[in-house]
């Protein structure tokens, strides 16, 4: 995450929150973002330094068209400072705020095999336990870890993998004490 | 090698038993970008500061820069096979080096790994050490009062050097810095018959920074040759070493030396040299963007060499009285001592050797200057009869400098300045010493007494160094008696004096005849 798009995010997130709009203003930059990366020749054509100006800006009204008004002002704060690569980067950015700033958090779990119903509630139960706080979890079927399960809560890792415990196994025993 | 199958079945059983519960926890982060042998992180906000971390290939690195939004790690070896996007995790271990009576007579890198190829160490997991270690304080510490007998005539009577202390041993290249090292390792020997169980042996620790592989290897086999090799370790830190194991290694070093320390043991360690350690941490850091000050040189390069030496010390006796004792070399160019690393290291240890390859090169081996070469504590720790005699030698040849300047230009020079010379001449040849041949102490105090009483006047100046050799063999066969009471009773007086002057008086006659 640049630094640059924390500022700007955080600075959104801000005026978001003291004007009560902050879903509305999450949905409108998800929805400009998904427009800005969904393709790339969009991207190449805000970003690149062939298009003109007034085609820049055409592409930039056509963008947050019907958005949010705080949205608006900042696509034109970003124009006026030639940081039009930034609009790609501000939405995983500016959720993970929104997410930091309601107490919640991403996990991913990662099995072999796909979970039933009891065992994917009782692991939402055991990450919002072991994080203290609400966490969103996302299920993935990772045929590599062979068994087990690895689930990552922010940046903290619980690895309980057979692929894991394989590689440590191999480790311990390529050191193993020569007589 | 040797595979127990013994071993291998209870790893392996151990493994299979507690395999339900090998859940592990470690903290994460992603490579952002990598090169240079330093990669930036995204994530790990729970690292800690010289916290060893692992890479998915294998790769291992430490964490030293800790940012808002990144982590700095540099690498230690292996940093082709680390790419954009692996994933990072913490290892919860500050970076440590195994330590203890295992490691003497072994050769490793800077993180303790064996590189001679003699197979593992037989170290436990107790045996490690984190490279960074706090300082003893005040209340810890006395102060430096026992010798440490460097075996050269010229470092031993005029610039002594005490256990605990830190000497630095400064020169241009080629002018003998290592080879006061060897000799000093050499001559411990003396201590304690060359036993590392022996709890009177000193212990070596040479640290090789930034050295050509060769050199090391010249090192070692010399210290192999002469058998002392099994009070020693050698942390090896090559030129071709990844630039954080160079500067790491002294850090190392110190550590393992540490462990000694505090078990009441005595321990010299040898940090050859910190100017290249300096490069390689100025190289490290430049490539982390810390900025840039003197010389390009980060603003805490004083804080790196001062945190290092800081752990020689010379520890109470509640503590056990142990001494780690550190002479750190720094490499000057073309004899300029005022450069920022040289200043540093001379305002932070308790004294320095000039190395001068003027000197060096006049056929003055070692190359010691000895009047600008000090000891700022080491005058405590002399032996009483080493420190009478060598009061003469020192103003003999303070005299004889002064007055050689004025013997260049007339011939009409009066008696007593002539005798001056003459008497100078001498004691400066008398302190001339060929390479791995330390002199014990009594037979240094002996020679030096010789010199200065006048015993050598008569003998021709080319002559000095075999009437030395000589007069050495002489005593060791017919005076063993009075070369015992010097090392046992350390002590000079009137009647060993009259005794030395008819024990050379007479062998002077039989070596002139």
């Avoid at chain 1, 640049?2 to 997130?13: E, F, G, T």
């Avoid at chain 2, 037989?122 to 270690?133: C, F, H, K, N, S």
Wanted: glycine share 10%; proline share 4%; hydrophobic share 40%.
């Amino acid at each position: 995450m640049s630094s640059l798009a924390k500022r700007y995010a955080a600075a959104l997130l801000d005026v978001a929150t003291t004007r009560n709009a902050v879903d509305a203003v999450a949905a409108d930059l998800e929805a400009i973002h998904s427009a800005v990366t969904g393709d790339p020749a969009v991207f190449a054509r805000l970003t690149g330094p062939e298009t003109s100006q007034v085609l820049r800006q055409r592409l930039l009204d056509r963008l947050v068209e019907g958005r949010h008004e705080l949205l608006r002002n900042l696509v034109a704060a970003l124009a006026r400072r030639q940081r039009f690569a930034l609009l790609g980067g501000l939405w995983p950015v500016f959720l993970e705020l929104l997410r930091a700033a309601r107490g919640e958090t991403v996990g991913v779990v990662e099995t072999a095999r796909p979970l039933d119903e009891g065992r994917t509630a009782a692991l939402s139960a055991l990450a919002a336990r072991l994080a203290g706080r609400q966490v969103h979890l996302t299920f993935r079927q990772a045929p590599e870890i062979l068994g087990g399960l690895r689930m990552q809560i922010g940046n903290t890792l619980y690895d309980g993998s057979v692929a894991f415990a394989l590689e440590r196994l191999r480790r311990r025993l390529s050191t193993v004490p020569l007589a | 090698m040797d595979l127990k199958p013994s071993e291998v079945t209870s790893v392996l059983k151990q493994e299979i038993e507690g395999f339900h519960s090998s859940m592990e926890t470690s903290n994460v982060g992603t490579v952002l970008s990598v090169g240079d042998g330093v990669a930036r992180v995204h994530g790990l906000d729970e690292c800690m500061m010289n916290e060893l971390v692992s890479f998915d290939s294998g790769a291992s690195g430490v964490a030293l820069n800790l940012e808002e939004d990144n982590v700095g790690i540099v690498l230690l070896g292996q940093e082709t096979s680390v790419k954009e996007g692996d994933t990072v995790r913490t290892t919860g271990r500050v970076i440590s080096v195994p330590t203890g009576l295992q490691m003497l007579g072994r050769v490793v890198d800077a993180l303790g790994n064996p590189v001679d190829g003699l197979g593992e160490l037989g170290v436990t997991a107790d045996d490690y050490r984190p490279i960074e270690g706090r300082a003893p304080s005040v209340p810890e510490r006395q102060p430096v009062k026992e010798p440490l007998q460097t075996g050269i005539k010229a470092i031993d009577a005029m610039i002594p050097i005490g256990r605990g202390q830190r000497e630095l041993i400064i020169g241009d290249r080629a002018t003998g810095k290592t080879a006061i090292c060897v000799d000093t390792i050499i001559n411990q020997k003396e201590t304690g018959g060359g036993d590392p169980n022996d709890p009177k042996q000193m212990l070596c620790i040479y640290v090789a920074v930034g050295q050509k592989q060769s050199t090391v290897k010249a090192v070692v086999s010399k210290l192999h040759e002469t058998g002392a090799m099994p009070y020693t370790i050698v942390v090896s830190a090559p030129a071709s070493a990844p630039a954080a194991m160079q500067f790491l290694a002294c850090y190392a070093g110190a550590s393992m030396g540490e462990r000694f320390r505090d078990e009441g043991r005595h321990v010299v360690i040898f940090y050859d040299d910190l100017y290249k350690q300096a490069l390689a941490y100025r190289q490290v850091m430049l490539l982390l963007r810390r900025p840039p000050g003197r010389e390009a040189f980060p603003g805490d390069v004083f804080n790196l060499h001062s945190r290092l030496l800081e752990r020689a010390a010379k520890l109470s006796d509640e503590k056990g009285g142990g001494s780690l004792t550190a002479l750190p070399i720094v490499e000057t160019q073309e004899g300029d001592v005022s450069a920022y690393i040289p200043t540093n290291v001379i305002s932070i240890t308790d004294g320095q050797i000039f190395l001068e390859s003027n000197l060096f090169n006049a056929g003055q081996r070692p190359a010691v200057n000895a009047g600008i070469s000090v000891s700022r504590v080491g005058g405590s720790a002399q032996i009483p009869a080493m420190k009478k005699v060598a009061g003469g030698l020192r103003i003999g040849l303070a005299q004889y400098r002064e007055l050689a300047a004025f013997a260049q230009f007339g011939s009409d020079l009066d008696k007593a300045t002539q005798q001056s010379i003459n008497r100078g001449r001498r004691l400066e040849e008398l302190l001339k010493q060929p390479q791995y041949a330390p002199v014990p102490v009594e037979e240094q105090v002996a020679v030096i007494y010789a010199g200065t009483s006048g015993a050598l006047d008569t003998v021709p100046v080319n002559r000095v160094s075999e009437f030395e050799l000589r007069y050495r063999e002489h005593l060791r066969s017919a005076h063993s008696g009075l070369l015992e009471k010097i090392r046992v009773d350390r002590k000079w007086s009137d009647e060993l004096a009259k005794q030395f002057d008819a024990a050379v008086s007479a062998f002077r006659e039989q070596f002139l005849a």
